[in-house]
């Protein structure tokens, strides 16, 4: 059983596009995060959900908007996508909040054309 | 946040040890030292984390300098399967109001021949 999963795996799309990045957990965990990787491979926290409430928004432009329907599900979506927007979005988990491990999904590779 | 440096990149050979060098200078004393790796088209993985006492489980050891000002993560015998991107990370224990997030660094890439 995959313990977090994203889907889809790549994503390829236009300029200007509106697109959606899935992910869920069956690890029972109350915190769920979004990583984001760029092209020079530097990892990046995007935001963190504990409980379902946002606790963490890293000055993430407001196109990028989270939504956790419940606690083991944290999505992403993305309105008007740019070029820069082209990274790997990597989902993550962890029991609590704070210095529990975080357990980390495959990735979505998203290319902005 | 204080801040770790690591080199760019190690290289090793397969069944032979491996120590990874991290240095942290301006760790504060209830900064947690944890190790994480991103193996090729991966999420990253957990591999071992600790405070002033040396630790050992299934994966790594690490080593921890008296003054904790650096850390060492210690693969006993590398396989190919270990060459990943290794990045070391301070987490403070009282600063939940960080929310959990991990910084990652540059960390260090291993390459593991043959």
């Known amino acids: 059983d995959t313990a977090v999963s994203q889907t889809p795996k790549y994503l390829v799309t236009q300029m200007g596009n509106d697109k959606s990045i899935k992910c869920e957990q069956n690890?029972?965990?109350?915190?769920m995060y979004w990583y984001k990787q760029d092209s020079k491979k530097f990892l990046k926290i995007m935001f963190s959900?504990?409980?379902?409430?946002?606790?963490i928004n890293e000055t993430v432009p407001n196109r990028f908007s989270p939504k956790s329907p419940d606690k083991a599900h944290l999505n992403l979506h993305i309105n008007s996508l740019e070029l820069g927007d082209s990274a790997v979005y990597f989902c993550?988990?962890?029991?609590?909040?704070?210095?529990?491990?975080?357990?980390f999904g495959p990735g979505t590779r998203l290319l902005v054309l | 946040d204080a801040k770790t440096t690591q080199p760019n990149s190690m290289e090793s050979n397969e069944e032979e040890p491996v120590h990874l060098p991290c240095n942290h200078s301006t760790i504060s004393g209830t900064d947690y030292i944890h190790w994480y790796r991103q193996l090729p088209s991966q999420g990253p993985e957990y591999v071992i984390h600790g405070l002033t006492s040396n630790v050992n489980n299934r994966m790594a050891s690490l080593a921890i300098a008296e003054d904790r000002k650096s850390s060492t993560l210690i693969l006993h015998r590398a396989t190919l399967r270990d060459a990943a991107v290794y990045y070391c990370i301070l987490r403070d224990v009282l600063r939940n109001n960080q929310g959990g997030k991990l910084i990652f660094g540059q960390g260090t890439e291993l390459s593991v021949k043959p």
């Open positions: 959900y504990n409980n379902k409430e946002l606790i």
């Open positions: 690890l029972g965990h109350d915190t």
């Open positions: 993550a988990s962890s029991l609590q909040v704070g210095q529990e491990t975080q357990y």
